[in-house]
């Protein structure tokens, strides 16, 4: 099936919604105004006609009654012309907001591998253009399409009938050569038109990520490189806006050829039969104020269908995203988690980003309930990789994943995230306030149970000093926060959240000592009697775990409490003197 065709039948669905009695009402409704202000905008040129043969035949007697019926029928016209605009935009500002929440939701439900593989500035010009092209294309439906194909009809029957059927035909002759030439400039068109979009989007990536790591440019002093890159697609962009701008003209110009070749045939015929006494100069009068109001919808037909064609192109880019499904979905019937201490199971695990590099090769643990877990190892050893298959982001490629003996790929995603708790080694935060940021691990709370929360990851003295307090705006992803507030703020949301499980992955990283030892202190007894995962570069956070993973190339290389791992003298004891030679550990003396 024709997949244009599909997205008008994607799109026809949010027009005439199955269940929304109230939207199909408003519809038949705006259809019925144009309708009858259709019927009002033919009357004109009768009303017109008349005018001409009264003037004509008894130019000494003012035409009162003509003239009240010509200015009635125009202020009625533009009356329901008024209704159907009003009443059809109840209906596309309901499409507008549907489709819109249906694509933001969407998006939210996709996998992170998919996020991770898209790009942020891309995605969001495609959603962008797609919703405008939505409006767009239902107004140009209902103010331009419609219009003058009801006015068409009529026309052609009232010429057939009034003047002669030479008219009429020499009229769709017209019309038909003017949509056929419409179309295949417009095709051409189109391709150069993906171009363009094709570059819009590189372009507004390009700047999005510049922007986004605006220190990193400034750091490097890169600033002309990202400018010279930014010119290049825009360079690209401008010479193809110009072939676009070039096409544009030539099907201008070629329409207005075809109108007038059309208009100056039916004005010959109605001549030749108004000579012969057969109409009289009001028909001729009318004829030409028809042919001028069909002028302007014809001219608007070709923009429209320019416009319409480029918006299904718009939209057929987010269907195609609305149909993007997620490679991590919860099975059918699946039941919550439930809840019953807290002991976490890997059973043959293994997992790759890709097939070139095998992250986790077969490894298997188990964490008992209330115990606290380090996992360590060198960059790469697949740490983070753990907290992301506990919270299902990915599934693993074989083997199992079990929260107290239930598998994570039979539970809903809710239930199991709802009780799982996460300090990212990254922190970003929204663009709002301290105290939205804070807020986001529990939307309801209170504001004392926000501060309590701040409190506990040492955030209160830094909050007292701030003129807004928690009203303070942090910048986009928390650019105006240091790293070790952005990270306290982290931890406040996640104590909020009141989460079973807690997962810190490198939580402390960004903070000084002292601030350190008082945050770790708080979280151990925040978190005590509940399981407990720490993802550590600093091997000084995981002295007091009760097991210490050490993970090597993907497999457990080492297993024990910090005592027991030192005694080996192991991979473990080489990263501990290692960091201790290097400043990461103090040793009190």
């Known amino acids: 099936m024709n997949s244009k065709f599909l997205t008008i039948k994607k799109l026809s669905v949010y027009l005439w919604p199955k269940h929304m009695l109230r939207a199909k009402m408003y519809l038949i409704s705006a259809f019925s105004f144009l309708l009858i202000g259709r019927v009002f905008v033919l009357c004109g040129p009768v009303a017109f006609k008349y005018l001409v043969d009264h003037l004509e035949k008894n130019p000494a007697i003012f035409p009162v009654g003509i003239l009240i019926c010509f200015v009635a029928v125009r202020i009625l016209a533009q009356t329901f012309n008024e209704l159907r605009d009003y009443t059809f935009s109840i209906v596309t500002q309901r499409v507008f907001r549907e489709i819109s929440v249906t694509t933001f939701e969407h998006l939210h439900s996709l996998s992170l591998k998919f996020h991770l593989n898209r790009q942020t500035g891309s995605l969001s010009r495609i959603v962008e253009r797609a919703t405008k092209s939505l409006e767009m294309i239902s107004q140009f439906l209902m103010m331009t399409i419609f219009p003058s194909i009801i006015e068409t009809i009529f026309l052609s029957a009232l010429l057939w009938i009034w003047y002669s059927p030479w008219c009429s035909m020499i009229m769709i002759l017209t019309m038909v050569t003017y949509v056929v030439f419409t179309i295949n400039v417009s095709a051409r068109r189109l391709k150069i038109v993906k171009q363009m979009n094709a570059y819009d989007n590189e372009a507004q990536t390009r700047a999005i990520d510049s922007l986004l790591n605006f220190e990193t440019v400034k750091y490097f002093g890169n600033e002309d490189f990202e400018v010279k890159r930014y010119d290049e697609v825009q360079a690209v962009y401008e010479k193809t806006s110009r072939k676009l701008k070039g096409s544009l003209n030539f099907l201008n110009a070629g329409q207005a050829i075809i109108f007038s070749i059309g208009l100056g045939g039916m004005l010959a015929f109605a001549t030749n039969k ?316």
């Open 274 to 589: 108004a000579a012969s006494g057969g109409i009289t100069p009001g028909d001729i009068a009318a004829l030409f104020a028809f042919s001028l109001q069909l002028v302007m919808p014809l001219f608007n037909l070709g923009f429209a269908y320019r416009e319409i064609k480029q918006g299904i192109v718009n939209l057929e880019e987010m269907f195609a995203l609305l149909s993007q499904e997620s490679d991590i979905k919860d099975v059918e019937n699946a039941k919550s988690l439930v809840y019953a201490g807290g002991k976490v199971s890997f059973e043959n695990v293994s997992f790759s980003y890709n097939a070139a590099r095998q992250i986790l090769k077969n490894i298997s643990f188990e964490i008992q309930p209330g115990e606290m877990v380090a996992f360590v190892g060198a960059t790469g050893a697949g740490k983070s990789t753990i907290s992301r298959l506990l919270f299902r982001f990915y599934d693993p490629n074989q083997g199992r994943i079990l929260i107290d003996g239930q598998d994570l790929r039979f539970v809903t995603q809710a239930s199991l995230r709802n009780i799982l708790g996460m300090v990212p080694q990254d922190t970003v935060l929204f663009n709002d306030t301290l105290g939205y940021n804070i807020a986001y691990g529990a939307p309801d709370a209170s504001v004392e149970e926000i501060q309590l929360a701040a409190e506990n990851a040492e955030l209160n003295n830094f909050i007292r000093v701030l003129p807004d307090g928690l009203n303070t705006r942090v910048g986009e992803r928390g650019l105006k926060l240091s790293g070790g507030e952005k990270q306290r703020v982290a931890i406040a949301r996640m104590l909020l959240k009141k989460p079973r499980i807690f997962i810190f992955d490198e939580a402390t990283s960004a903070l000084d000592s002292l601030t350190e030892k008082r945050i770790q202190e708080s979280l151990k007894r925040i978190s005590k009697n509940q399981t407990t995962i720490v993802i550590a570069h600093r091997l000084s956070t995981t002295i007091d775990a009760d097991k210490i993973f050490v993970l090597d190339e993907g497999t457990i290389a080492e297993c024990g409490a910090h005592f027991d791992l030192m005694q080996k003298n192991g991979l473990y004891a080489k990263l501990w003197n290692q960091q201790v030679n290097e400043g990461l550990i103090e040793i009190d003396a």
